[in-house]
């Protein structure tokens, strides 16, 4: 009997304003600024060799050490990308990372689907995620529901990691057993099929701006938190059982 919902962020509740997790605004008016073009390719090598220095699984003290975090993101991305940016630039993206919560948009289901599925189950986040969308989800309103939110930034651990659902098994009182996991990304559904924890993949309509790397997937799909709902009902009445997959 499946009574706790563990719900990933982003791509299940929220996504990027921008498209780009990593991408404030204005990158037009930097490119004719600067008279400089992104070639994807390199852009996405950069990413994957400086994404270290926005490592959410790093314990983050607060918003101070995280606007820290992503200046040198930015200033590393830039020198790869072959442009040298003004100070007053890097600012002004690294402080609507850290500060705008607009960067972080709702799926209009959010707030009324884990409303909804709270007042049947434990439901909370288990999320990689830096301070910043911490807050913006509270102010959201989207929190008030919730039975524990597992967040990477506040335990030094993240997903695909073990711990950080052990953190999630341990602060929602539950057995993997007990629980669903709901998210986008196969290697962290299948590190929750590993320790016993159900899945559902998220498939919203694509909400990036680059598509997320496929994988082979042969457990339970919903493509908003009503199918979610629909879906535990079901496993729950011996309907139609959630799979256990383990890749």
Not at 102 to 118: A, F, H, M, T
Not at 140 to 157: A, H, K, P, R, Y
Not at 181 to 191: P, R, Y
Not at 199 to 223: C, K, N, S
Request: hydrophobic share 40%; glycine share 8%.
């Amino acid at each position: 009997m499946i009574n706790t919902i563990m719900l990933d962020c982003g791509g299940v509740v929220t996504y990027p304003l921008t498209g780009e997790w990593m991408m404030a605004p204005g990158l037009d008016e930097l490119k004719a600024k600067y008279n400089f073009t992104i070639d994807e390719e390199r852009a996405r090598e950069g990413l994957k060799k400086n994404i270290h220095f926005v490592d959410e699984g790093q314990l983050i003290t607060g918003f101070k050490h995280e606007l820290e975090c992503r200046i040198r993101f930015t200033n590393a991305m830039s020198e790869y990308l072959g442009v040298k940016l003004e100070e007053a630039d890097v600012m002004k993206m690294v402080r609507f990372q850290t500060y705008d919560d607009s960067k972080y948009q709702l799926y209009e289901d959010s707030i009324p689907g884990v409303r909804r599925l709270s007042e049947k189950y434990r439901v909370g986040f288990v999320s990689n995620a830096m301070p910043s969308m911490i807050r913006a989800l509270i102010n959201t309103g989207l929190c008030d529901e919730l039975s524990f939110f597992t967040v990477s930034c506040l335990i030094g651990c993240q997903k695909p990691e073990e711990g950080i659902f052990l953190k999630a098994l341990e602060e929602a009182g539950a057995k993997p057993e007990e629980c669903v996991f709901v998210e986008d990304i196969g290697a962290n559904l299948f590190a929750a099929g590993r320790l016993g924890i159900r899945q559902i993949r998220m498939m919203r309509d694509h909400y990036l701006t680059w598509a997320l790397p496929d994988f082979e997937w042969h457990g339970a799909v919903a493509h908003d938190l009503a199918e979610v709902e629909k879906l535990v009902e079901a496993h729950n009445l011996g309907e139609k059982e959630i799979p256990l997959c383990t890749e």
